[in-house]
């Protein structure tokens, strides 16, 4: 700025105190480093006193997540398909579980101690999830006598599961266990009073004669004699006649149970009430059993870590479970769960060698056709 003075010209520089200001003229000022002046030219490289951002160094970490956790989200909750995917990612999860107790069975710790660490698992994980959703822990007034009862019957149909598994050939068991989705179905139409179309009945059962054909083999003794022939002689005999009537009753209190999951999960929002209930009831009695009919085992570091994971997959594939029920009707979603049944033979096939034969064959085509059916027409028939 110039101003006159007495004839002469003075000219005065203005030094702004702002904190910019002071960045862009730092060339003509005295810094002081390290107690001792030091006089910086107008030739010297100025830098601003401002940081820049740093550059993340995990990018592609971060973006893989990213991606993920979009795909999380749109199962759970970004497709008109949303309810038979999350069905289908439970049915996944607890083969997976299966496949990891074929490969590292945990056959020192007792049955009863397995569920008691995994319903500790469950209860937990469920809290947490109530926690980060900012939900209230208690379950809400109006669903408290559903959920109680849903609990009471998953708990029972597993304690029954187990019983027939011990008591009854494996091929019997799975057969009781697979024929949980008809009683659901049955229990949807009479209990919840679902419109079910004839679709429904006809996809759920291709996917139980599929089921029949797959077993098949299982179901005879040498191939000497017929399926119907072992049946009539397994209920003649006097040591199977009672595991065969508690895996039927399994098999209708899961269907049941079933029910009651989706009738607790459409009256909420939030379908980790149902995980979180059947934690709180099934705890203190699976701890009652660990330690009334088989004692606690102390397991080693490497069955402990199987048990923990197993709790964790067990959460997720209950949660997937809820979801899919809340979201579809039973005789949609329930078909879904015959996908375990491909997997497990595609798994026999690739890894453990299991020839492959005309039973497998055609079962396995008959259970594809009845899921894609249903998750082609289902949202369809839904929608309309």
Not at 184 to 193: M, W
Not at 359 to 370: A, E, K, M
């Amino acid at each position: 700025m110039a101003l006159a003075d007495g004839g002469r010209e003075v000219h005065v520089v203005e030094v702004n105190d702002d904190e910019e200001a002071a960045d862009e003229i730092s060339p003509l000022l005295v810094v002081e480093a390290a107690d001792k002046p030091t006089k910086m030219t107008i030739f010297s490289v100025s830098y601003s006193k401002k940081r820049p951002p740093k550059e993340p160094t995990l990018r592609a970490a971060d973006t893989d997540f990213a991606f993920l956790s979009q795909i999380i989200l749109w199962v759970w909750n970004g497709s008109r398909y949303s309810g038979l995917l999350c069905m289908a990612c439970s049915s996944t999860i607890y083969y997976i579980m299966d496949a990891l107790m074929d490969i590292f069975p945990v056959r020192s710790v007792p049955l009863f101690e397995t569920v008691f660490t995994r319903c500790i698992v469950l209860l937990i994980l469920s809290l947490i999830w109530l926690r980060r959703t900012e939900h209230p822990l208690s379950v809400p007034t109006n669903l408290r006598n559903i959920l109680a009862l849903r609990s009471l019957t998953g708990f029972t149909s597993l304690l029954s599961f187990i019983y027939s598994v011990q008591n009854l050939p494996l091929s019997y068991a799975v057969l009781l266990n697979f024929a949980t989705p008809i009683i659901a179905l049955i229990g949807a139409k009479i209990v919840l009073h679902e419109k079910l179309a004839l679709s429904d009945f006809g996809g759920i059962a291709c996917s139980f004669i599929g089921l029949l054909f797959i077993f098949q083999p299982l179901l005879t003794k040498g191939g000497g004699s017929t399926e119907i022939g072992q049946i009539s002689a397994l209920f003649a005999g006097q040591t199977h006649i009672y595991p065969v009537l508690v895996g039927v009753l399994s098999t209708v209190l899961g269907g049941i149970s079933y029910c009651l999951i989706r009738a607790g999960a459409k009256a909420s929002d939030q379908p980790a009430y149902t995980v979180f209930s059947f934690g709180v009831l099934a705890c203190p009695l699976s701890a009652a059993c660990t330690f009334a009919f088989q004692g606690f085992v102390l397991p080693n570091p490497f069955t402990f870590l199987l048990m923990i994971m197993l709790g964790v997959l067990a959460f997720f594939a209950e949660m997937f479970l809820a979801r899919g029920l809340q979201l579809e009707k039973i005789g949609k979603v329930t078909n879904i769960l015959y996908i375990k049944v491909l997997l497990s033979q595609v798994w026999s096939l690739t890894f453990l060698g299991t020839t492959l034969s005309a039973n497998i064959l055609i079962g396995c085509f008959l259970i594809l056709v009845s899921v894609c059916s249903t998750i082609y027409l289902g949202p369809e028939r839904e929608n309309e």
